[in-house]
């Protein structure tokens, strides 16, 4: 699939984000507007009654299920002159057809439940394909995986592999003793923008967490952020391309969720019908796969080492009427910091983009300043 340009998409979100945080800017617990009326040309049955933050999102899954950028559709999107709301391109027309058959599909045949979505089809193609590549059949089998994970005979309950991770961290005991952390390291994947980055994670116990990637010898590249604290959700990217917006709907309940795991002694209560599945690889480990939900059908994947029992992989996933919008953290080289295990490598994947981290420093109950886990 085609991977998108970090800028191109930065500068597509830039006005939206700053219409957003514009319009957003009433008081954090108002209701948001939905897309319907929030957007000028937002019709469809099912994208309209969205949180603007999901109808993004839902945007980004659209894009990805093509194999697109947002101006395969949106004319002049990455440039000053686009335009999101003209329906000149045949393509967002037919996309628009597009949402309204999926959703009657799902009516009519499966309940209403989300059982097929763009990917469905169109697996990163325009124009879906139609038959089977004879050297599939006989080649390497279909390894995708389903979303939702069902339970797997033989397999360790779900409690067992969750206590084995907070044990070989350092204990409930030890984790429980985490009041703040501030994480620093160096982030590889805004190259295309220049300079080196510093990447930043502040958290304070039990559900604050700021993200924030910065160039700390090129100020004028601006900053990235991610921020929950406790209430309010943000995204933030460099001043000129992507603005600022306010987390709403499904985007607000995976921020909280993040929050609450940086804390790994509470990761059992985070989410609930925990579930084990089939046994897989993940980035070379051998890898248990726990999920567990939260209201609203966010679901919480986890890979963990069967061995050493660190988790390796995280995905959250919350849906939408065209299919998931699935983030994804990778965490490798765990180390130790006075008793307790810390990943020294992390990584961010989400649908418009993604980077690495190196981690040089993990500090502690030292104090957090505020302003690092709220509004950027
Ligand atoms: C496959 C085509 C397609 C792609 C790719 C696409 N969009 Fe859209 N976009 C649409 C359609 C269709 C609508 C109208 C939806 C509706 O009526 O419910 C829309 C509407 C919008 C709107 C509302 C504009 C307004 O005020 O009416 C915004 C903003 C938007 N898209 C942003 C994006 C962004 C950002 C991307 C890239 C991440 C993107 N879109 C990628 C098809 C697309
Ligand atoms: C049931 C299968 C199916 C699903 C689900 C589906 N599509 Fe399609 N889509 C097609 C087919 C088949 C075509 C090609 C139609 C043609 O060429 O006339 C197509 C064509 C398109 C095109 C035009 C591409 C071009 O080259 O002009 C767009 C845009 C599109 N789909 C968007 C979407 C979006 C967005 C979704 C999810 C909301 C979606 N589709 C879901 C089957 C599907």
């Not at 967002?92 to 990917?119: D, H, P």
């Amino acid at each position: 699939m085609k991977q998108w340009s970090i800028p191109l998409i930065f500068a597509a979100a830039g006005t939206i984000g700053a219409a957003l945080a514009t319009a957003q800017s009433r008081p954090a617990a108002a209701n948001p507007p939905t897309s319907g009326e929030f957007f000028k040309n937002v019709t469809t049955s099912t994208l309209k009654g969205l949180t603007p933050s999901d109808f993004l999102g839902a945007m980004g899954v659209m894009t990805a299920a093509l194999g697109y950028d947002c101006s395969n559709c949106h004319p002049g999107a990455g440039t000053d002159k686009m335009d999101w709301v003209t329906d000149s391109n045949p393509k967002k027309r037919t996309a628009r057809k597009m949402v309204e058959m999926v959703a009657s599909i799902n009516r009519q045949n499966f309940a209403g439940a989300q059982m097929v979505t763009c990917w469905t089809c169109h697996h990163g193609l325009d124009q879906p394909t139609t038959s089977i590549a004879l050297d599939k059949l006989y080649g390497e089998p279909n390894d995708e995986k389903q979303d939702v994970v069902v339970r797997a005979e033989g397999e360790p309950p779900a409690e067992q592999i969750l206590d084995q991770y907070v044990e070989a961290l350092g204990g409930t005991q030890k984790l429980a003793g985490i009041q703040s952390l501030i994480v620093t390291g160096t982030s590889k994947g805004y190259e295309s923008l220049g300079g080196s980055a510093r990447f930043q994670i502040f958290a304070q116990a039990p559900d604050r967490r700021g993200m924030w990637i910065n160039y700390p010898e090129r100020p004028d590249r601006g900053i990235s952020a991610w921020t929950y604290d406790g209430k309010t959700g943000w995204i933030s990217s460099p001043r000129g391309y992507l603005g600022q917006y306010q987390l709403t709907g499904n985007d607000l309940a995976g921020a909280k969720l993040d929050s609450v795991l940086t804390f790994p002694a509470k990761i059992k209560t985070a989410l609930s019908n925990w579930r084990v599945g089939p046994e897989d690889i993940v980035q070379g480990h051998d890898v248990y796969v726990v999920q567990g939900s939260a209201p609203g059908g966010l679901l919480g994947t986890f890979y963990f080492d069967t061995k050493t029992h660190f988790l390796v992989r995280y995905v959250r996933q919350t849906p939408s009427p065209v299919g998931r919008i699935t983030i994804q953290q990778d965490y490798d080289d765990y180390r130790d910091v006075n008793g307790i295990k810390f990943p020294f490598l992390y990584s961010f994947l989400w649908l418009d983009g993604r980077f690495t981290a190196e981690i040089s420093d993990v500090k502690v109950n030292v104090p957090v300043e505020p302003a690092k886990l709220t509004k950027p």
